[in-house]
């Protein structure tokens, strides 16, 4: 079984009021992803990867199509609090905007404090808590003195990305949907946070979308990628049949603007 199913989603915007124009922002996208798979979600922007990422987080409501996680219909079989919450413990996101996933008026820290309340066996007492969040950090690069007792304004968009993976690192969620997670990060450190995903994925087990605007990067990460355009899933297939033999004129074109250097075969 695969662990996420997702099936004919649609998502129309209605602009203003009263008016009639809207946007069709994801049409009929179907995919699975399977236990320990890295799938990619990748396309130009506009193209409907957040919009699909944020229904699958049960932040937005769908206008049709289902979602099942481990097999339960996250939109309309998750209605107790104690089933939402084992929800948020099992799938995770990781943002493309970080800034979006910070409250201002509380220190970094608060929202590794509230990973910790999400988790089972919450951990007995403050010291033992402090110690994993410390660890989580580490984890990803931070040195918990630069990080702890900062505010969001006080930390770089690269470090609020990785705190989000040390959250991670805390929850060990089955699903993480990591949304352009590498955008704040510079080139040299961008395979560090990659490398944290799939350690992830090879200790637990943890399934990952990974979205992203960027083919090369998705060639190497990814199980499956899934190319999408204008809100439809435009190709699909394993990183070699789209990336070395791509049948869609998009793909065609998104494989032409890989940059020389980043191509693996030089016959691409
Ligand atoms: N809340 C909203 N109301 C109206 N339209 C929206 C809303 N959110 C997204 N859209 C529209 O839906 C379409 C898809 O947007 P989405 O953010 O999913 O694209 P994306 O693929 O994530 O792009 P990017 O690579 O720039 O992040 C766009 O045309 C966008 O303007
Ligand atoms: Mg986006």
Request: positive net charge.
């Amino acid at each position: 079984m695969s662990r996420l199913v997702v099936k004919n989603l649609t998502k129309i915007f209605t602009l203003g009021f009263f008016s009639k124009r809207y946007v069709e922002a994801v049409k009929n996208v179907s995919f699975e992803v399977k236990e320990r798979e890295i799938v990619s979600l990748v396309g130009e922007s506009g193209s409907g990867k957040t919009t699909t990422a944020r229904m699958i987080l049960r932040l937005l409501r769908p206008t049709s199509g289902t979602i099942h996680f481990e097999g339960t219909d996250i939109w309309n079989d998750l209605n107790d609090k104690e089933s939402l919450k084992d929800f948020r413990r099992k799938v995770h996101a990781v943002f493309q905007d970080p800034f979006a996933s910070y409250n201002p008026f509380y220190p970094v820290e608060r929202t590794l404090w509230q990973a910790i309340n999400l988790l089972e066996n919450t951990p007995s007492n403050k010291k033992e808590a402090i110690e994993l969040i410390k660890e989580s950090l580490f984890r990803v690069g931070l040195d918990p003195k630069d990080i702890l007792g900062k505010y969001p304004h006080q930390i770089s968009g690269g470090q609020k990305q990785r705190i989000m993976i040390a959250r991670c690192w805390i929850l060990r969620p089955l699903l993480i949907v990591a949304d352009e997670p590498t955008s704040m990060i510079d080139a040299s450190s961008r395979g560090g946070i990659i490398k944290l995903l799939e350690e992830l994925r090879e200790k637990e087990g943890t399934s990952i979308i990974f979205i992203t605007h960027d083919l090369g990067l998705a060639y190497y990460v990814s199980d499956t990628i899934y190319v999408m355009k204008n809100g439809e899933i435009v190709e699909r297939g394993d990183p070699d049949s789209v990336v070395l033999n791509p049948s869609h004129s998009y793909t065609k074109l998104l494989v032409g603007s890989i940059p020389k250097l980043y191509r693996k075969m030089e016959d691409i």
